[in-house]
């Protein structure tokens, strides 16, 4: 059985460096995909590479916690502060969704201003995920199938990985944590997408090493990939005083992970392998 390979970068429109390390995957190494936040603060220079380099497939890294809000505050009003910041928190967003003190329309309003101000920029996405995974919980799931019902981007992220394919162990173990949570939204998961006409690869790995992939642990990934399609979550980028600012986890390991993209060793694994590397536009 053919095997296919999607390699995505996450958080594109972060900083310039993430960007142009992103863009670096792509052009020297074997990165086929990013996806773009609309409320990231280099939004415009992640556009400008990204039509620069239609060869990158780009998606939409819909975005529930940390920045600004798309759409204007009192368009959902349940869901940002008074300054129209959205949760500063995954924890913060998970325990008031969880409550009912964030309204399904007011999520469903800000995903859908996020995929308009992309497509509004002049991307044609390719697909949709969530920053921080949120849409590992069920009510955000559900938000997301009716906004990509009726955007018509009904290919997603589904990112639940088997944690003894992925976890290198070098990552912290809060992520093998959120590996394992995202896997008891399994069946909801296949539900909705049934529901909704939702297409995704059928194997994900990346979430339980997060930060952590180096050049050989990628290896191991490409040497062990199951038959079909397969995505995998990567966070490259360049490490300097912009990035420092954001307050971002990741920090060197989007160096680490930038560089196990354009490992001369990963590239000739894919190769020996026979593995076709492929964007979410191909996903059948």
Known sequence: MTKQLILNADDFGLTKGVNEGIVRAHREGILTSATLMANGPAFDHAVALALA???????????????????????????????GHLPASLGALVMRVSAGAIRR???????????????????SPTHLDTHKHTHAHPRVLEALGRVAQMTGITRIRKPIERLRDSWTGGAPFTQLVAASVARTVTLKFRALSRKYGLRSPQNFLGLASTGSISPAALRRMIDTLPDGQTEIMLHPGICDSDLSQTGSRLQHGRELEMNALMDPDVRRAVSAHGIELITYRELA
């Open 105 to 123: 329309a007011d999520i469903e309003r800000e995903l859908s201003a996020q995929i308009e101000k992309i497509r509004h920029a002049g991307i």
């Open 53 to 83: 380099n239609p060869s990158l497939g780009v998606g939409c890294h819909l975005v529930l916690v940390g920045g600004q809000a798309v759409a204007p505050a009192s368009d959902v009003s349940s869901l940002v502060d008074s300054q």
